[in-house]
């Protein structure tokens, strides 16, 4: 199962870490996998190239993703993005309640 975890606190989101594997399919052909990562990689570009110091990515193994959000740069449009990213995980998780989990 993937697992979304995100920290938020009253100065807006602090981190979300991205971890395991839906096992929809074998790797490779998973199709909730691919979406996550689409949905990651997009808003992770985005928010880059809205503001080059908003987020510091760490992939710590092939499995886990880590986003540390930089709260110098924090503002509307970031939390906009990250929530329109969310909005998207869970309505992912909506339709795979089984391969994929978001806690906040």
């Known amino acids: 199962m993937i697992q979304v975890n995100v ?3 009253q100065n807006g989101y602090q981190e979300i870490k991205i971890s395991g594997h839906s096992e929809y399919e074998v790797r490779g052909k998973d199709i909730v996998c691919a979406s996550v990562s689409s949905i ?11 503001q080059n110091n908003a987020i510091e990515v760490k992939q710590e193994d ?5 986003v ?13 993005l990250v929530e329109n990213m969310l909005a998207l995980l869970e309505e992912l998780a909506s339709q795979y309640p089984k391969n994929i989990k978001i806690r906040k």
């Open 62 to 66: 092939t499995d886990t993703i880590h």
């Open 68 to 80: 540390q959000m930089n709260l110098l740069k924090h503002d509307q449009v970031i939390d906009l």
């Open 40 to 50: 990651f990689i997009t808003t992770a570009n985005a928010l880059i190239r809205y």
């Open 7 to 9: 920290k938020k606190d």
